[in-house]
């Protein structure tokens, strides 16, 4: 993904400033498995490679020690042999760290910076962005990349 800027903002009113927006985000992802242990890694895994291509996104992946949740009943998921042995689980991450976006005012870097991690992690199946319960825990200027 190539660096976020607002479109939105008039360039004759407004000067595009960077900021280093840091915050949480809680994301669910849903996974095939055979037990809880695996399904926790295969959802950070998930996570981590719709995130990796960002160059500008440092981020930790925290998953709750009781998640994830089974959906379903065991054995109704195929394994790789094609013998009935795994199933769906639920597994809640929280995706905290910082990213780099470039706005008019901190607001908008505060918006576009969650837009930009919603949009990598949507566009995989089965993987969803709490907006609602998100957080921002600082925005600040940066100089701009290369500057």
């Known amino acids: 993904m190539t660096n ?3 479109t ?4 004759a009113a407004s000067t595009i ?3 280093r927006v840091a915050g949480t985000a809680p994301v669910t992802v849903t996974v095939t498995a055979e037990h809880a242990n695996q399904a926790r890694l295969a959802a950070l895994a998930a996570i981590a490679a719709a995130l990796a291509p960002h160059a500008d996104l440092r981020i930790d992946l925290i998953v709750h ?3 994830p949740y089974p959906l379903g009943t065991p054995g109704q998921e195929r394994d790789c042999s094609g013998e009935p042995a795994c199933q769906r ?3 809640p991450v929280t995706v905290a760290g910082y990213i780099d976006v470039a706005a008019g005012d901190p ?3 505060q918006l576009l910076a969650l837009e930009t991690i919603r949009a990598r992690v949507e566009s995989r199946p089965d993987m969803h962005v709490e907006a609602a319960a998100a957080s921002c825990a ?3 200027p940066i100089p701009a990349p290369g500057g």
């Open 107 to 109: 607001g908008t870097a």
């Open 17 to 19: 400033t960077w900021y």
């Open 65 to 67: 020690p009781q998640a």
């Open 4 to 6: 976020c800027v607002n």
């Open 89 to 91: 689980w639920r597994v």
């Open 8 to 11: 939105t903002a008039s360039t």
């Open 138 to 140: 600082n925005t600040a």
